[in-house]
C-alpha cells in the first residue's frame, strides 16, 4: 500500500510539473517590438491565493485605454543614457531606458513628467539598474533586487511658493530626493490565463516594492541635512516615507507583453488598475520592406498642413493606415490602393508627434514609422 501511495505522489508530482511552464529570456522585449496593451482602471477581478494550477478568466477586462509600447534604440531618445540600448515611449511623454543581459531586463532610467517633482520635470536613474524581469522563471522562484535614486534638484529652479510652503529656517542652496527600493518577486502561482485576445500558459509574480523616500536639503555652513520627518510633520509634500506598492505580474513563455499587471490599492486586497495584453507583438525589424526599404512613403515629414501618403510597391494589395498618438490612441484609419497616393485630411490634429501602422490585407503590420506635424 505504501508503494502504491509513493506510487500516486510521483504521479501527481510529474502532473503538476508538466502543467508549469518556464519563462526564459526570449520573451524580453528587443528593439524594433511592439507591445500591444490596454489599461482597465478598477477592474473588479480577483487575486487567488498561491498554488495552482488555476484558470484566471479575465476576460472582463476592457480596453479603457489603448497603450501601444515601441522600443527603438536608445539613440533616438531624448536624453543620454550610458549603458542603455533601447528606450520606449508611454503615456503622458514619459521615455523609459533599458538594457538587457542573459538573465535580466533592465530599466536604467526614466524620463519624464513622472519625475515632475517640486514642479520640475526630471530624470530618474537607477544605481544599480532596476530587474524588471529575470529569466529563466519557474514556479515558486524567488527573486529580491534593490536600487537606488539620487535626485537633485537647485532651489533656484524650484518655484518659491514651493520653497516658502517647506517651512525651513533658511533657503537651502539645493534640494535632493532618496529613494530607496526594494524589490521582492515571488513566483507563486501557475496556470491558465483568459484574455479578450486569447488563453495562455502563465506563471504569476507577486511583487512586493518596499519604498523608503527621503528628502535632504543643502544648508550653508551645515552640509545636508535629512528633513524627512519636519516634512512628514507639515504633510507638505505627500509620498514620504516608507510605503509598499503590491502587483502581480502574469508571465507567458511565448508572449512578450506581460500578459496582465494587475497593481494593487493600498490594502493589497482589491486590484485598482490593470495592465494586459490585446493583441500580438510585432517585430519592425524582422519585417519585409519593398526593394526601395519601405512600402508606403510619407512625405514631406515634419509635414504642417498636408500630408501624402504613396504607395511604393504596384503588386501590393490594398493597405490600411492607422495613425495613433504617442499614448496609443487611434486617432486616423484610412485604405490606400496599390500604386496610387492619398492625401488624408488631418486637419483635426494638432502640432506634436504621431505613430503610423500600415496593415497589409490579412491585418498583419508590415511598416511603422514616426511623423511630426509642425
Do not use: C
Not at 1 to 8: H, P, Q, V
Not at 235 to 262: C, M, R
Amino acid at each position: 500500500m505504501k508503494r502504491l501511495f509513493n506510487i500516486l505522489a510521483i504521479l501527481i508530482f510529474t502532473l503538476n510539473a508538466e502543467a508549469q511552464i518556464t519563462v526564459s529570456a526570449s520573451t524580453f522585449p528587443q528593439i524594433g517590438d511592439t507591445l500591444n496593451l490596454a489599461v482597465h482602471v478598477n477592474p473588479g477581478i480577483q487575486m487567488t491565493a498561491a498554488g495552482g494550477p488555476y484558470v484566471w478568466d479575465y476576460t472582463s477586462l476592457e480596453a479603457q485605454v489603448d497603450q501601444q509600447v515601441i522600443f527603438r534604440p536608445a539613440s533616438e531618445g531624448s536624453i543620454s543614457v550610458p549603458g542603455a540600448g533601447m528606450f520606449a515611449e508611454y503615456p503622458g511623454g514619459i521615455e523609459n531606458y533599458y538594457s538587457t543581459t542573459p538573465n535580466g531586463f533592465l530599466l536604467m532610467a526614466v524620463k519624464g513628467p513622472v519625475g515632475q517633482v517640486f514642479g520640475i520635470e526630471s530624470v530618474f536613474q537607477y544605481s544599480p539598474p532596476r530587474e524588471e524581469r529575470t529569466a529563466p522563471l519557474n514556479y515558486q522562484d524567488l527573486n529580491s533586487s534593490s536600487s537606488n535614486l539620487l535626485i537633485p534638484f537647485s532651489t533656484e529652479n524650484i518655484p518659491s511658493e514651493i520653497i516658502d510652503s517647506l517651512g525651513l529656517p533658511v533657503v537651502p542652496d539645493s534640494i535632493r530626493l532618496r529613494i530607496t527600493s526594494q524589490l521582492t518577486d515571488e513566483v507563486d502561482a501557475y496556470g491558465t490565463v483568459q484574455l479578450p485576445a486569447g488563453d495562455f500558459e502563465a506563471l504569476r509574480v507577486k511583487r512586493t516594492e518596499a519604498l523608503d523616500t527621503r528628502v535632504d536639503v543643502l544648508l550653508p555652513f551645515f552640509g545636508w541635512q535629512d528633513v524627512t520627518d519636519i516634512l512628514l510633520s507639515g504633510g507638505q509634500i505627500p509620498d514620504l516615507g516608507s510605503s509598499t506598492i503590491v502587483s502581480y505580474l502574469f508571465f507567458s513563455n511565448s508572449e512578450k507583453e506581460v500578459l496582465v499587471e494587475a497593481i494593487m490599492d493600498s490594502t493589497a486586497q482589491d486590484v485598482q488598475q490593470a495592465i494586459f495584453k490585446t493583441g500580438d507583438a510585432v517585430n519592425a525589424a524582422k519585417e519585409k520592406p519593398a526593394a526601395n526599404g519601405e512600402f508606403l512613403t510619407f512625405y514631406p515629414n515634419p509635414f504642417s498642413g498636408v500630408l501624402h501618403v504613396q504607395a511604393n510597391e504596384p503588386a501590393l494589395g490594398a493597405v490600411e493606415v492607422r495613425l495613433y498618438s504617442v499614448d496609443g490612441k487611434l486617432l486616423k484609419s484610412f485604405t490606400l490602393l496599390p500604386g496610387s497616393t492619398k492625401t488624408p485630411d488631418l486637419t483635426e490634429l494638432s502640432s506634436g508627434t504621431f505613430i503610423y501602422k500600415v496593415l497589409n490585407e490579412d491585418g498583419e503590420t508590415i511598416q511603422r514609422g514616426k511623423l511630426l506635424r509642425k
